[in-house]
């Protein structure tokens, strides 16, 4: 057997139990979903503009694009426990940066690493659910810990000031010890190189797409001639960073397309039921609590979902994660205020049971030794959502 077949089998007998790989995935959507509510403070403590420090949560975005497939990649390349290791240190100095950031630059680059830090603790918990009922448990508590965030955010600011309500994402670290504990020394890998051009190329796409709203024509730009450098380099680098194998299958292909559609709807209606209520009379708590109980109840539907969607043929699982995608939006146009919380919790379950079955069944689409890097991708696909999403709002409800 050669050394990377045993790698790959000696990190396939990781046994973690599901609790910590939850614990260690699951704070990363306070990183996103928290500074929503302190923007105000947080412009206030550092004398900047709202628009300069809306920065915060766009880098935040970025960084989770960027660094999903760079430390998947890294996964299959140095392992998962250099990738652990690796993503700690950065959520740590992140957090610390964070709340000791001195200006809005700094407070920007501690978020970057909180974002990639972040994104590469949430692929390893991916790597190691293996069953759609781990992989449902860890996309429910990160949808849980998305829901609860800002009041979380709010809560802690009062008592200790908006610098430490920001460090959040570094409870993901109280899980790494057992995590590492669970993971197998891997052999030293021979043969690997670090695909550095791949990387960046899959790094600067990544950038690119997710500022297409923010930023058209140049994002456009950047974003046709990374791709196009990215394919004539995956052409003569089959086994570089980003693998010809994983990405010229059909079948991963349409499973990422379809991730990110029910991405792209679940956070458009993320701003769209808000602002719809509001012209309603609703008033600003009652709004919060709909919201923060619809997206619980959908986190709950979707781990349901999300466990059984591993026995069912695949046209079957579709055709559910369509339905429940699809009444979303529908009962936004068709139905009243009094259902649009509604709304809201189909479609976190459709897109957090999407991200475990599709996720896991992409993963599954690929060879072995590249399953890491297809889940890397997949995941990259479902995170651009984020960016389309608000997109998509702004053009039917704030235009």
């Known amino acids: 057997m050669s050394s990377m077949t045993s790698v790959r089998a000696a990190e396939r007998t990781a046994t973690v139990p599901a609790v910590f790989l939850v614990l260690l995935a699951a704070p990363l959507s306070f990183g996103t979903t928290t500074p929503t509510l302190l923007l105000g403070d947080i412009a206030a403590g550092f004398g900047a503009t709202a628009g300069a420090t809306a920065w915060i949560g766009t880098v935040f975005g970025m960084a989770i694009a960027i660094g999903t497939p760079v430390l998947a990649g890294l996964i299959r390349l140095r392992g998962l426990r250099y990738a652990l290791l690796l993503s700690t240190a950065l959520v740590l100095a ?43 448990l860890v996309t429910s508590g990160i949808s849980m810990c998305g829901a609860i965030g800002p009041l979380l955010g709010a809560w802690i600011a009062r008592l200790a000031g908006w610098p430490l309500a920001l460090a959040l994402p570094v409870l993901g670290l109280v899980a790494v010890p057992a995590v590492l504990r669970g993971l197998p020394h891997p052999a030293r890998r021979s043969g690997l190189r670090f695909d550095g051009i791949g990387a960046l190329l899959l790094a600067v796409l990544a950038v690119a797409l997710v500022n297409l709203t923010r930023f058209p024509v140049p994002a456009l730009s950047g974003a046709v001639l990374a791709g196009t450098l990215l ?29 990110l559609v029910l991405a792209s709807s679940y956070f458009a209606l993320l701003y769209i039921v808000p602002a719809l ?18 997206l619980l109840g959908g986190a709950g539907l979707a781990w349901l979902l999300a466990t059984f969607g591993g026995r069912l043929r695949m046209r079957l699982l579709a055709c559910l994660l369509l339905s429940s995608g699809a009444a979303a939006p529908l009962l936004v146009l068709l139905g009243g205020s009094a259902v649009f919380p509604l709304a809201i919790g189909l479609a976190a379950c459709a897109a957090s049971s999407g991200q475990a079955t599709l996720g896991l069944r992409a993963a599954q689409s690929a060879a072995d030794q590249y399953r890491s890097t297809a889940l890397g991708l997949f995941n990259l696909c479902y995170q651009l959502g984020s960016a389309f999403g608000p997109a998509l709002a702004a053009a039917l409800v704030f235009a």
């Open 231 to 259: 394919v004539l380099h995956i052409h003569r680098t089959p086994e570089g960073f980003v693998p010809r194998a994983v990405v010229a299958r059909p079948l991963f292909g349409l499973l990422s397309a379809f991730g």
């Open 94 to 136: 992140g957090a610390a940066a964070a709340v000791f950031a001195p200006t809005l630059a700094v407070l920007l680059i501690a978020r970057i690493a909180q974002g990639i830090g972040g994104a590469g603790l949430v692929v390893i918990a991916m790597n190691l659910a293996g069953s759609p009922l781990r992989m449902g």
């Open 277 to 294: 209520l509001a012209r309603d009379d609703w008033a600003t708590g009652e709004i919060g609590t709909a919201q923060l109980f619809a």
